[in-house]
Protein backbone atom coordinates (compact mmCIF):
# COMPACT_ATOMS: atom_id res chain seq x y z
CA UNK A 1 0.00 0.00 0.00
CA UNK A 2 3.02 2.39 0.30
CA UNK A 3 2.91 3.56 -3.37
CA UNK A 4 4.42 6.70 -4.47
CA UNK A 5 4.76 8.33 -7.84
CA UNK A 6 8.51 7.30 -7.93
CA UNK A 7 7.52 3.79 -7.03
CA UNK A 8 4.70 3.62 -9.60
CA UNK A 9 7.76 4.02 -12.12
CA UNK A 10 9.80 2.01 -11.35
CA UNK A 11 7.24 -1.10 -11.41
CA UNK A 12 5.91 0.26 -14.91
CA UNK A 13 9.68 0.20 -16.22
CA UNK A 14 9.86 -3.13 -14.19
CA UNK A 15 6.29 -4.36 -15.56
CA UNK A 16 7.53 -4.39 -19.36
CA UNK A 17 9.48 -7.48 -18.97
CA UNK A 18 8.47 -11.09 -19.89
CA UNK A 19 5.55 -11.45 -17.76
CA UNK A 20 3.35 -8.84 -16.21
CA UNK A 21 0.42 -9.25 -13.53
CA UNK A 22 -1.75 -8.38 -16.19
CA UNK A 23 -1.84 -9.39 -19.87
CA UNK A 24 -2.56 -6.15 -22.23
CA UNK A 25 -4.38 -6.77 -25.58
CA UNK A 26 -2.35 -3.97 -27.63
CA UNK A 27 1.70 -3.82 -27.38
CA UNK A 28 3.18 -1.13 -25.63
CA UNK A 29 -0.08 -0.32 -23.35
CA UNK A 30 1.65 1.78 -20.50
CA UNK A 31 1.10 -0.05 -16.67
CA UNK A 32 -2.24 0.82 -15.38
CA UNK A 33 -0.46 2.25 -12.86
CA UNK A 34 0.65 5.25 -14.32
CA UNK A 35 -2.12 5.85 -16.34
CA UNK A 36 -2.34 9.61 -17.55
CA UNK A 37 -5.68 11.49 -15.86
CA UNK A 38 -7.37 10.77 -19.40
CA UNK A 39 -6.47 7.18 -19.36
CA UNK A 40 -7.91 6.73 -16.01
CA UNK A 41 -11.16 8.02 -16.58
CA UNK A 42 -11.40 6.32 -19.53
CA UNK A 43 -9.56 3.20 -18.72
CA UNK A 44 -11.00 2.32 -15.25
CA UNK A 45 -14.58 2.01 -16.99
CA UNK A 46 -13.59 -0.28 -19.57
CA UNK A 47 -10.62 -2.33 -18.49
CA UNK A 48 -11.88 -5.27 -20.61
CA UNK A 49 -10.92 -3.34 -24.13
CA UNK A 50 -7.66 -2.73 -22.74
CA UNK A 51 -6.55 -5.90 -20.55
CA UNK A 52 -7.26 -9.95 -20.96
CA UNK A 53 -10.42 -10.79 -18.49
CA UNK A 54 -12.61 -13.37 -17.07
CA UNK A 55 -16.90 -12.11 -16.87
CA UNK A 56 -18.78 -12.89 -14.01
CA UNK A 57 -22.01 -13.51 -14.88
CA UNK A 58 -25.32 -12.16 -13.32
CA UNK A 59 -28.70 -13.54 -12.92
CA UNK A 60 -31.87 -13.03 -14.11
CA UNK A 61 -33.25 -10.85 -10.93
CA UNK A 62 -31.55 -8.12 -9.21
CA UNK A 63 -31.17 -7.24 -5.92
CA UNK A 64 -33.30 -3.94 -4.87
CA UNK A 65 -31.58 -0.89 -3.30
CA UNK A 66 -34.57 1.25 -3.08
CA UNK A 67 -34.10 5.07 -2.72
CA UNK A 68 -34.94 5.93 0.86
CA UNK A 69 -38.04 8.47 1.07
CA UNK A 70 -35.33 11.40 1.94
CA UNK A 71 -32.16 11.57 0.35
CA UNK A 72 -28.78 13.35 2.15
CA UNK A 73 -26.85 15.96 0.94
CA UNK A 74 -24.25 17.83 3.66
CA UNK A 75 -21.46 19.57 4.09
CA UNK A 76 -18.47 18.91 6.23
CA UNK A 77 -15.20 20.50 7.32
CA UNK A 78 -11.70 19.70 5.58
CA UNK A 79 -8.68 21.26 5.37
CA UNK A 80 -9.75 24.62 6.89
CA UNK A 81 -12.69 24.62 4.41
CA UNK A 82 -16.18 24.29 3.91
CA UNK A 83 -17.04 21.09 1.25
CA UNK A 84 -19.76 19.53 -0.55
CA UNK A 85 -20.83 16.72 -1.93
CA UNK A 86 -19.84 17.99 -5.44
CA UNK A 87 -16.83 20.13 -4.25
CA UNK A 88 -14.81 17.08 -2.55
CA UNK A 89 -15.72 14.92 -5.85
CA UNK A 90 -14.30 16.86 -8.32
CA UNK A 91 -11.50 18.31 -6.38
CA UNK A 92 -10.12 14.25 -5.64
CA UNK A 93 -11.57 12.61 -9.06
CA UNK A 94 -14.36 10.99 -7.92
CA UNK A 95 -16.47 9.23 -9.90
CA UNK A 96 -19.07 7.59 -8.11
CA UNK A 97 -19.95 8.40 -4.09
CA UNK A 98 -22.70 5.62 -3.05
CA UNK A 99 -24.65 5.57 0.77
CA UNK A 100 -26.72 2.87 1.70
CA UNK A 101 -28.44 2.65 5.27
CA UNK A 102 -30.68 -0.63 6.02
CA UNK A 103 -30.50 -1.37 2.77
CA UNK A 104 -31.93 1.70 1.20
CA UNK A 105 -29.59 4.43 -0.92
CA UNK A 106 -29.82 7.88 1.06
CA UNK A 107 -26.58 9.26 -1.66
CA UNK A 108 -25.54 8.30 -5.25
CA UNK A 109 -23.80 10.41 -7.18
CA UNK A 110 -21.83 10.22 -10.47
CA UNK A 111 -18.85 12.20 -11.75
CA UNK A 112 -16.24 12.42 -14.54
CA UNK A 113 -18.74 11.49 -17.43
CA UNK A 114 -19.56 8.11 -15.94
CA UNK A 115 -23.00 6.68 -15.38
CA UNK A 116 -24.92 4.52 -13.23
CA UNK A 117 -24.55 1.51 -15.72
CA UNK A 118 -20.70 1.63 -15.83
CA UNK A 119 -18.03 -0.25 -14.26
CA UNK A 120 -14.91 1.00 -12.39
CA UNK A 121 -11.92 -1.42 -11.58
CA UNK A 122 -11.45 -2.44 -8.29
CA UNK A 123 -8.28 -2.68 -7.53
CA UNK A 124 -7.25 -4.12 -4.07
CA UNK A 125 -11.14 -4.30 -2.91
CA UNK A 126 -10.89 -7.59 -5.31
CA UNK A 127 -8.95 -9.43 -2.26
CA UNK A 128 -12.40 -8.72 0.09
CA UNK A 129 -14.23 -10.41 -2.56
CA UNK A 130 -11.77 -13.34 -3.16
CA UNK A 131 -11.35 -13.91 0.77
CA UNK A 132 -16.09 -14.27 0.60
CA UNK A 133 -14.69 -17.21 -1.95
CA UNK A 134 -12.93 -18.73 0.13
CA UNK A 135 -15.53 -18.57 2.65
CA UNK A 136 -18.00 -20.20 0.00
CA UNK A 137 -15.42 -23.13 -0.72
CA UNK A 138 -15.65 -23.47 2.76
CA UNK A 139 -18.90 -23.63 3.11
CA UNK A 140 -19.18 -26.08 -0.20
CA UNK A 141 -16.85 -28.37 1.15
CA UNK A 142 -14.55 -27.76 -1.18
CA UNK A 143 -11.95 -26.43 1.20
CA UNK A 144 -12.17 -28.32 4.21
CA UNK A 145 -11.79 -25.16 7.03
CA UNK A 146 -9.33 -22.04 8.07
CA UNK A 147 -6.96 -24.52 9.52
CA UNK A 148 -6.52 -26.48 6.31
CA UNK A 149 -2.33 -26.43 4.75
CA UNK A 150 -2.70 -24.01 1.72
CA UNK A 151 -0.51 -26.92 -0.23
CA UNK A 152 -3.53 -28.94 0.06
CA UNK A 153 -4.86 -27.04 -2.65
CA UNK A 154 -1.92 -25.97 -4.83
CA UNK A 155 0.40 -28.71 -4.46
CA UNK A 156 3.30 -27.18 -6.37
CA UNK A 157 4.40 -25.30 -2.94
CA UNK A 158 5.19 -28.81 -1.29
CA UNK A 159 8.76 -29.06 0.03
CA UNK A 160 8.73 -24.65 0.16
CA UNK A 161 8.41 -21.83 2.83
CA UNK A 162 4.49 -22.49 2.84
CA UNK A 163 4.70 -25.67 4.72
CA UNK A 164 2.54 -25.46 7.27
CA UNK A 165 0.77 -22.22 6.68
CA UNK A 166 -2.32 -22.44 7.31
CA UNK A 167 -5.70 -21.19 4.79
CA UNK A 168 -6.42 -18.32 7.84
CA UNK A 169 -2.58 -17.50 8.03
CA UNK A 170 -2.90 -16.39 4.07
CA UNK A 171 -5.99 -14.49 4.98
CA UNK A 172 -4.21 -12.72 7.64
CA UNK A 173 -1.39 -11.84 5.19
CA UNK A 174 0.90 -13.62 8.11
CA UNK A 175 2.00 -16.58 6.39
CA UNK A 176 5.67 -16.41 7.82
CA UNK A 177 7.29 -16.12 4.45
CA UNK A 178 9.75 -13.90 3.37
CA UNK A 179 8.24 -10.61 0.73
CA UNK A 180 9.15 -7.36 0.09
CA UNK A 181 6.54 -5.23 -1.25
CA UNK A 182 8.60 -1.81 -1.29
CA UNK A 183 7.68 -0.79 -4.82
CA UNK A 184 10.04 1.54 -5.14
CA UNK A 185 12.95 -0.90 -4.97
CA UNK A 186 13.37 -3.01 -8.62
CA UNK A 187 14.99 -6.18 -6.42
CA UNK A 188 11.87 -6.18 -4.38
CA UNK A 189 9.51 -9.25 -4.51
CA UNK A 190 6.69 -7.42 -5.49
CA UNK A 191 8.67 -6.22 -8.58
CA UNK A 192 10.47 -9.37 -9.62
CA UNK A 193 7.25 -11.48 -9.25
CA UNK A 194 5.65 -9.63 -12.21
CA UNK A 195 8.58 -10.53 -14.70
CA UNK A 196 8.81 -14.32 -14.46
CA UNK A 197 8.80 -15.79 -18.29
CA UNK A 198 5.67 -17.75 -18.60
CA UNK A 199 6.39 -21.45 -19.43
CA UNK A 200 3.47 -23.79 -20.65
CA UNK A 201 1.70 -25.91 -18.00
CA UNK A 202 3.36 -23.84 -15.12
CA UNK A 203 1.92 -20.77 -13.32
CA UNK A 204 4.85 -18.25 -13.06
CA UNK A 205 3.61 -17.23 -9.76
CA UNK A 206 3.31 -20.29 -8.11
CA UNK A 207 6.79 -20.90 -9.16
CA UNK A 208 8.00 -17.70 -7.82
CA UNK A 209 6.12 -17.92 -4.30
CA UNK A 210 7.55 -21.74 -4.04
CA UNK A 211 11.46 -20.09 -3.61
CA UNK A 212 10.87 -17.85 -1.04
CA UNK A 213 12.17 -18.37 2.29
CA UNK A 214 10.16 -18.87 5.48
CA UNK A 215 11.37 -15.55 7.90
CA UNK A 216 8.62 -15.62 10.56
CA UNK A 217 6.54 -18.25 12.31
CA UNK A 218 3.12 -19.05 10.39
CA UNK A 219 0.64 -16.70 11.91
CA UNK A 220 2.54 -14.49 14.44
CA UNK A 221 3.34 -11.28 11.94
CA UNK A 222 1.27 -9.19 9.56
CA UNK A 223 3.08 -8.34 6.07
CA UNK A 224 1.30 -7.12 3.17
CA UNK A 225 1.45 -9.14 0.51
CA UNK A 226 0.05 -8.69 -2.68
CA UNK A 227 1.33 -11.99 -4.41
CA UNK A 228 -0.27 -14.07 -1.39
CA UNK A 229 -3.68 -12.78 -2.08
CA UNK A 230 -3.28 -13.58 -6.16
CA UNK A 231 -2.14 -16.85 -4.53
CA UNK A 232 -5.07 -17.43 -2.41
CA UNK A 233 -7.40 -17.12 -5.73
CA UNK A 234 -5.81 -19.71 -6.85
CA UNK A 235 -6.42 -21.88 -4.55
CA UNK A 236 -9.67 -21.31 -4.82
CA UNK A 237 -9.77 -22.27 -8.15
CA UNK A 238 -8.29 -25.36 -7.92
CA UNK A 239 -10.63 -26.16 -4.99
CA UNK A 240 -13.55 -25.99 -6.90
CA UNK A 241 -12.41 -26.76 -9.66
CA UNK A 242 -13.53 -23.41 -11.83
CA UNK A 243 -12.33 -19.94 -12.42
CA UNK A 244 -12.59 -17.31 -10.09
CA UNK A 245 -15.18 -15.71 -12.17
CA UNK A 246 -17.04 -18.86 -12.56
CA UNK A 247 -17.66 -19.64 -9.31
CA UNK A 248 -18.26 -15.76 -8.03
CA UNK A 249 -20.81 -15.65 -10.70
CA UNK A 250 -22.18 -18.89 -8.80
CA UNK A 251 -22.05 -18.05 -5.54
CA UNK A 252 -22.64 -14.21 -5.22
CA UNK A 253 -23.83 -12.47 -9.13
CA UNK A 254 -26.10 -14.76 -9.92
CA UNK A 255 -27.71 -15.68 -6.33
CA UNK A 256 -27.70 -12.50 -4.57
CA UNK A 257 -28.47 -10.65 -7.63
CA UNK A 258 -25.94 -8.33 -9.00
CA UNK A 259 -27.81 -5.95 -11.80
CA UNK A 260 -24.69 -5.85 -14.32
CA UNK A 261 -21.97 -8.77 -15.17
CA UNK A 262 -18.81 -7.83 -13.80
CA UNK A 263 -15.18 -7.96 -15.11
CA UNK A 264 -12.02 -9.56 -13.57
CA UNK A 265 -8.43 -9.02 -15.00
CA UNK A 266 -6.53 -12.13 -15.69
CA UNK A 267 -2.54 -13.12 -15.32
CA UNK A 268 -0.64 -14.60 -17.72
CA UNK A 269 -1.43 -17.85 -17.31
CA UNK A 270 -4.95 -17.01 -17.34
CA UNK A 271 -6.24 -17.08 -13.89
CA UNK A 272 -7.86 -14.25 -12.18
CA UNK A 273 -6.44 -12.06 -9.83
CA UNK A 274 -7.32 -13.11 -6.52
CA UNK A 275 -5.18 -9.42 -5.22
CA UNK A 276 -7.06 -7.21 -8.03
CA UNK A 277 -9.53 -5.59 -10.60
CA UNK A 278 -12.62 -6.80 -10.51
CA UNK A 279 -14.81 -3.65 -12.27
CA UNK A 280 -18.53 -3.76 -11.55
CA UNK A 281 -20.88 -0.51 -11.28
CA UNK A 282 -21.33 1.24 -8.16
CA UNK A 283 -24.55 -0.19 -7.06
CA UNK A 284 -22.75 -3.72 -7.60
CA UNK A 285 -19.82 -2.26 -5.00
CA UNK A 286 -22.78 -1.39 -2.66
CA UNK A 287 -24.40 -4.89 -2.71
CA UNK A 288 -21.09 -6.73 -2.10
CA UNK A 289 -21.09 -4.71 0.65
CA UNK A 290 -24.68 -5.33 1.60
CA UNK A 291 -24.01 -9.03 1.21
CA UNK A 292 -21.73 -9.06 3.84
CA UNK A 293 -23.68 -6.71 6.12
CA UNK A 294 -26.86 -8.85 6.11
CA UNK A 295 -24.67 -12.22 6.68
CA UNK A 296 -23.46 -14.05 3.95
CA UNK A 297 -27.34 -14.94 2.90
CA UNK A 298 -28.41 -14.78 -1.03
CA UNK A 299 -32.15 -15.58 -1.85
CA UNK A 300 -32.67 -16.68 2.10
CA UNK A 301 -29.62 -18.93 2.02
CA UNK A 302 -26.26 -19.42 3.54
CA UNK A 303 -23.24 -18.80 0.72
CA UNK A 304 -20.99 -18.79 3.84
CA UNK A 305 -20.15 -20.09 7.18
CA UNK A 306 -22.53 -19.55 9.99
CA UNK A 307 -20.74 -16.58 11.42
CA UNK A 308 -18.25 -15.67 8.85
CA UNK A 309 -18.83 -12.32 7.86
CA UNK A 310 -18.60 -11.21 11.31
CA UNK A 311 -15.02 -13.06 12.09
CA UNK A 312 -13.92 -11.91 8.47
CA UNK A 313 -14.68 -8.36 9.27
CA UNK A 314 -13.22 -8.32 12.78
CA UNK A 315 -9.51 -7.91 13.55
CA UNK A 316 -7.86 -10.89 13.70
CA UNK A 317 -4.34 -9.60 13.56
CA UNK A 318 -2.47 -6.53 14.53
CA UNK A 319 -1.48 -4.72 11.53
CA UNK A 320 -0.26 -1.59 13.27
CA UNK A 321 -3.18 0.67 12.44
CA UNK A 322 -6.80 -0.86 13.74
CA UNK A 323 -6.29 -4.27 12.69
CA UNK A 324 -7.07 -6.84 10.13
CA UNK A 325 -9.39 -9.52 9.25
CA UNK A 326 -9.74 -11.84 6.15
CA UNK A 327 -8.61 -9.27 2.94
CA UNK A 328 -10.37 -6.58 5.14
CA UNK A 329 -8.72 -3.84 6.92
CA UNK A 330 -10.61 -2.14 10.38
CA UNK A 331 -10.46 0.79 10.81
CA UNK A 332 -10.16 2.61 14.46
CA UNK A 333 -13.66 4.40 13.66
CA UNK A 334 -15.54 1.26 14.01
CA UNK A 335 -15.86 0.66 9.84
CA UNK A 336 -14.21 -2.54 7.76
CA UNK A 337 -13.34 -1.65 4.86
CA UNK A 338 -12.13 -3.14 1.31
CA UNK A 339 -9.76 -0.53 -0.33
CA UNK A 340 -7.94 0.12 -3.43
CA UNK A 341 -5.23 2.24 -4.77
CA UNK A 342 -6.32 5.40 -6.49
CA UNK A 343 -9.21 6.15 -4.81
CA UNK A 344 -11.83 2.74 -4.14
CA UNK A 345 -12.88 1.58 -1.07
CA UNK A 346 -16.32 -0.28 0.77
CA UNK A 347 -16.61 1.15 3.88
CA UNK A 348 -19.36 -0.52 6.77
CA UNK A 349 -20.04 0.40 9.86
CA UNK A 350 -21.84 -2.59 11.41
CA UNK A 351 -23.73 -1.37 14.15
CA UNK A 352 -24.89 1.75 12.05
CA UNK A 353 -26.09 -0.64 9.08
CA UNK A 354 -24.44 1.98 6.97
CA UNK A 355 -22.11 1.33 4.20
CA UNK A 356 -20.53 3.88 1.87
CA UNK A 357 -18.83 2.94 -1.42
CA UNK A 358 -16.09 5.54 -3.29
CA UNK A 359 -14.87 4.97 -6.36
CA UNK A 360 -12.30 7.35 -7.74
CA UNK A 361 -9.47 8.64 -10.00
CA UNK A 362 -6.76 9.62 -7.51
CA UNK A 363 -3.57 11.23 -8.99
CA UNK A 364 -1.18 8.92 -7.45
CA UNK A 365 -2.32 5.61 -6.29
CA UNK A 366 -2.23 6.26 -2.37
CA UNK A 367 -1.31 9.06 0.13
CA UNK A 368 -2.00 10.71 3.69
CA UNK A 369 -3.29 13.67 2.22
CA UNK A 370 -5.98 11.99 -0.03
CA UNK A 371 -6.53 9.21 2.35
CA UNK A 372 -7.27 12.01 5.01
CA UNK A 373 -9.71 13.56 2.65
CA UNK A 374 -11.68 10.46 2.03
CA UNK A 375 -12.04 9.90 5.76
CA UNK A 376 -13.36 13.26 6.19
CA UNK A 377 -16.06 12.44 3.58
CA UNK A 378 -17.12 9.01 5.26
CA UNK A 379 -17.26 10.29 8.27
CA UNK A 380 -19.27 13.33 7.33
CA UNK A 381 -21.43 11.13 4.83
CA UNK A 382 -22.04 8.56 8.17
CA UNK A 383 -22.98 11.16 10.41
CA UNK A 384 -25.30 12.54 7.58
CA UNK A 385 -26.80 9.14 7.32
CA UNK A 386 -27.33 8.59 10.96
CA UNK A 387 -29.53 11.58 11.50
CA UNK A 388 -31.93 10.60 8.58
Avoid at 39 to 68: D, F, W
Avoid at 91 to 96: F, I, M, N, P, T
Avoid at 185 to 193: G, L, M, R
Avoid at 315 to 336: H, K
Wanted: with cysteine; aromatic share 10%.
Amino acid sequence: MRKTIIALTAIATLSAGASQAQVALKPGTPSLLVWSPQQQSEGYRSIETIYKVGTIKRGRKVHPLPAAPKQIDFTFEYGGRTWSVDDYMKAYKVSGVLVIRDGKVLLERYAMGRRPEDRWTSFSVAKSVTSTLVGAAIQDGKIKGLSAPVTDYIPELKGSGYDGVTVRQLLMMSSGVKWNEDYADPNSDVAKSTTMTVEPGVNPLVRYMSRLPRENAPGTKFNYNTGETDLVGIMVSNAVGKSLSAYASEKLWKPYGMERDAIWMVDPAGRERGGCCISMTLRDYGRVGQFMLDGGLAGGKPVLPAGWTTEATSPQIDNGSGGYGYFWWIRPNGAYEGVGIFGQSVSTFRDDRIIIVTNAAWPVATGRELSAARAAFINAARAAAKAM
